[in-house]
């Protein structure tokens, strides 16, 4: 167990809608990174926040958002959903230091119909 | 972003030594390369990170040669356990404290009794 918690584990909708995906990161850690894994793609970093402020930027589409909270959770919200949103969402956290591995949560995956 | 590349997919005999290789761009001093296990339907679990030269932990050794245009993820003695993807992580800092985080696109390495 990693200690990490994203909800829900499986979502599925429609083409169009919104979304809102959620990570609990580990005790202590104050980063949280957030992922994309597709079968085409890869593992993608979308986005970083430490702290509560976003702290670097991947290939996160301008549909999509995130934030953190003072509580350190992370949200990432997806909307306008295409078909090709399809995929796994992964969360990790760390302390936020480079030198400090990620530790990764087990992923919501998402389901576009 | 770092570009990366590794072999999509590897086989071993149990009890071998298995050494998966990552190329990547000349990456910085700065700059770090982590290596993660991955399980289906799990997060990928981190096994080993280092800037230079080699680091072993109790797992796994990490080679990383002077031009540093490479990284090697080196497995003693493999089961039928580290049958998984094997991703390798680079981390390029983009200045005030951030790192551009790119996974290479994974190594299937399966164990064979």
């Known amino acids: 167990d990693s200690g990490v918690t994203q909800t829900p584990k499986h979502l599925i909708t429609a083409t169009g809608q919104r979304v809102t995906l959620r990570c609990s990161p580990r005790?202590?850690?104050?980063?949280v990174y957030w992922y994309q894994q597709s079968l085409d793609q890869g593992l993608q970093f979308l986005i970083q926040?430490?702290?509560?402020?976003?702290?670097a930027k991947g290939n996160i589409l301008e549909r999509f958002s995130a934030q953190q909270f003072p509580d350190l959770h992370s949200e990432l919200n997806l909307s306008s959903l295409e078909l090709g949103d399809s995929a796994l969402y992964f969360c990790?956290?760390?302390?936020?230091?480079?030198?400090?591995?990620?530790?990764f949560g087990d992923g919501t995956r998402l389901s576009i119909l | 972003l770092a570009k990366t590349t590794q072999p999509i997919s590897m086989d071993s005999y149990e009890g071998q030594e298995v050494n998966i290789t990552c190329s990547h761009n000349?990456?910085?001093?700065?700059?770090?390369i982590t290596w993660y296990q991955q399980f289906p339907s799990q997060g990928p679990r981190f096994i080993i990170q280092?800037?230079?030269t080699k680091v072993t932990n109790e797992v796994a050794s990490l080679f990383i040669p002077a031009d540093r245009k490479s990284s090697t993820l080196s497995l003693p003695r493999v089961s039928l356990s580290d049958t998984a993807v094997y991703y390798c992580?680079?981390?390029?800092?983009?200045?005030?404290?951030?790192?551009?985080?790119?996974f290479g696109k994974g190594t299937k390495l399966s164990v064979i009794p």
């Open positions: 992580l680079v981390g390029v800092y983009s200045g005030a404290g951030s790192y551009q985080l790119t």
């Open positions: 926040y430490y702290n509560g402020e976003e702290r």
């Open positions: 990790a956290s760390s302390s936020g230091q480079p030198n400090q591995p990620q530790h």
């Open positions: 280092g800037y230079k």
């Open positions: 000349n990456i910085a001093t700065n700059d770090y």
């Open positions: 005790s202590g850690d104050l980063s």
